[in-house]
């Protein structure tokens, strides 16, 4: 980074902003999380309900609330309200334009609480039954509501279904568990004012650029217009006016709108700060994974004992290390004081010197100066041992030089998750009286953060066998039956013998010594089946899942199997089950089990919400076809 680029930074930092958006990131990310789990607030009649009590109940009393307070704590927004308030909200533009035309004023969120708040709405309950004594303070989200709506009042003629539908998958793109890290949302605030500051540079210019945010800045973007007097008048003081917020363009095709702006966007970024416009674990991840076929919501508080008592006993069976797991981008920059005959086509390799189980082999790259088009490269890695990066010629294929990075020192050392550097290549034997060629790399990487436990599955005739990606042994596992009851017993490595689960009256599973239930649906339809994860509390993010996760795994495995006698259909495949990550394949293979750390949803994590809902849920559904 070059003078002038320093000061360009400096004098983006100085941006002010009235608002703790670090703090603010995390509840915004908790709201999307619970949001993600009653997905019907999505799209069809709970959506259509939704918009009409957000129009007609909320924002009026919203109004009322903020012309003279009518409640001496608090007003807290039902879920569904704060919902299409928050969609409403992300197009400052519209919604100032709004609030001025139907209440004279921006309708903030002063002393307003978000529905996931732990604050008391006794008196919103009762302000809200007082206003609209037919219309319930919560809304039934497994409710069918018919569209014979009353307009009783003036309001919005926003299209907020489409905004609804185009803020939907946004959440999937945050979902990482990095995303709540304080260094990388610290960073992600500074990347912010960086962003406007370039936009109010190109104003000032009279340059047209359609700037395009990467999700980290998209986040604190986001965040930022939730609180909209905060953000108008933020923004106006830096910019000299509303900065709109577009997200009508989802078209990532080469060459479009979306695309060729953010190509100008990294250029000009990298232009004006001197560094990398990407950001590991900031990145768009791809389509975010099906859905399950239910509504998560519905099943919360069904099938569990309340007077359960919590304990680890059965997860202290095993001993499993607890890896972390973290992302890398890597960029080539340049390389100088190539020898003479050595100017064509380069590349790079990166392998690490012990290769663990995320990072197990060479991955290439291209590198700038040659191909004049900008190529990163992102993989994960466990933050411990060393990169090896390799210079290599293509003709002939030829190594010029080897260096390392030590991850264990990047992770210490930069506190910004992000550096560019020149190193120096150790040169190969038959370069060793040339001058040492210096490779400049850029990386950026995110907090390090517990990984999924990576657990293999053996079907035996009378057992199934359960090892680590090590093929070390775990436990074995197996069904008694007796005619009365199943039991699922458990056989450590160590030699003991215990009763896992036991199937209940109500046909479904009671983890024993523990606080977990499972609970075997059939409601989706004949062919479907989905296994509720339930318990008397909220999973904590530290929380490893292993042994439910592997007592889940031979339960999918062994309804499988019995149903494939029952259809008289052995030995023509099984099914897949996937629950926190569990993969089930079929008889007399071998099975990945992921148990994730991550908590959330429990059981459905892993391809209900893309495996991140921040561990504050209660439960969740397994699924398996």
Not at 316 to 335: A, C, Y
Not at 349 to 361: A, H
Not at 546 to 564: R, W
Request: with cysteine; glycine share 8%; charged share 25%.
């Amino acid at each position: 980074m070059e003078r002038g680029q320093e000061l360009e930074w400096e004098e983006a930092q100085k941006l002010a902003i009235s608002v703790d958006l670090v703090t603010s990131a995390k509840q915004h990310l908790r709201f999307l999380a619970e949001v993600d789990r009653n997905r019907t607030l999505y799209d069809g009649p709970i959506l259509d309900r939704a918009i009409y009590r957000y129009k007609h109940y909320w924002l009026p009393l919203l109004g009322k609330h903020t012309e003279s307070t009518i409640l001496e704590g608090p007003l807290v927004v039902p879920l569904d309200c704060e919902w299409i308030w928050h969609c409403h909200k992300l197009n400052p533009v519209r919604y100032k334009a709004d609030c001025e035309e139907l209440y004279g004023r921006i309708l903030d969120n002063k002393n307003v609480m978000s529905a996931i708040s732990t604050t008391c709405r006794r008196q919103t309950e009762e302000i809200w039954k007082r206003m609209y004594p037919y219309e319930p303070y919560e809304l039934n989200m497994s409710s069918q509501f018919l569209k014979n709506f009353i307009n009783s009042s003036m309001s919005t003629h926003y299209d907020l279904v489409s905004a609804v539908k185009r803020q939907s998958p946004f959440f999937y793109q945050v979902s990482g568990s990095h995303m709540n890290d304080d260094v990388f949302l610290e960073g992600a605030v500074a990347r912010y004012k960086g962003f406007l500051h370039l936009i109010k540079r190109n104003w000032e210019n009279s340059k047209r650029c359609f700037c395009v945010p990467t999700y980290d800045i998209d986040l604190i973007w986001h965040t930022h217009q939730l609180y909209p007097v905060s953000y108008c008048k933020d923004v106006m003081a830096a910019l000299g006016k509303i900065l709109e917020h577009d997200d009508t363009d989802s078209d990532r095709t080469k060459g479009k709108k979306l695309d060729t702006g953010f190509s100008r966007t990294t250029k000009q970024w990298e232009d004006m700060f001197g560094c990398r416009y990407w950001r590991a674990g900031a990145m768009y991840r791809g389509q975010p994974p099906s859905p399950l076929g239910l509504n998560l919501s519905q099943l919360d508080n069904q099938w569990w004992d309340k007077k359960m008592v919590p304990s680890n006993e059965n997860q202290d069976m095993v001993s499993l290390h607890r890896k972390t797991v973290m992302e890398i981008m890597i960029e080539i920059v340049g390389v100088k004081d190539l020898p003479q005959g050595l100017k064509g086509s380069l590349f790079v390799t990166i392998n690490k010197k012990q290769p663990d189980v995320f990072l197990n082999n060479k991955r290439n790259i291209s590198i700038l100066c040659n191909t004049k088009e900008k190529q990163a490269i992102v993989f994960q890695c466990e933050p411990k041992g060393d990169l090896v990066i390799e210079l290599m010629s293509y003709s002939p294929i030829k190594t010029l030089g080897t260096t390392s990075i030590s991850l264990k020192g990047i992770v210490n050392s930069v506190s910004r998750l992000y550096a560019e550097e020149w190193f120096d290549l150790v040169p190969d034997l038959t370069l060793a009286d040339s001058k040492p060629i210096s490779v400049r790399i850029a990386f950026s990487f995110t907090p390090p953060i517990l990984a999924h436990y990576m657990v293999q599955m053996v079907r035996h005739f009378k057992y199934h066998c359960f090892t680590d990606e090590a093929n070390n042994d775990i436990i074995s596992l197996q069904m008694r039956d007796y005619q009365t009851r199943k039991e699922v017993i458990g056989l450590t490595s160590c030699g003991g013998t215990h009763v896992l689960a036991a199937e209940s009256a109500e046909k479904g599973w009671f983890l024993n010594n523990s606080h977990w239930w499972f609970h075997v649906h059939n409601e989706l339809n004949e062919n479907d089946i989905a296994f509720g994860f339930k318990g008397n509390r909220k999973i904590s993010e530290e929380e490893p899942l292993v042994v439910p996760m592997i007592i889940l795994a031979f339960l999918v495995s062994e309804s499988s199997s019995n149903c494939e006698k029952s259809c008289n259909n052995e030995g023509k495949g099984g099914g897949e089950a996937i629950t926190n990550g569990i993969k089930y394949s079929p008889p007399d293979g071998e099975d990945e089990v992921k148990s994730s750390n991550c908590g959330g949803c429990g059981g459905g994590c892993g391809i209900s919400c893309g495996g991140s809902c921040g561990g504050h849920c209660s439960g969740g559904d397994a699924y398996r076809n």
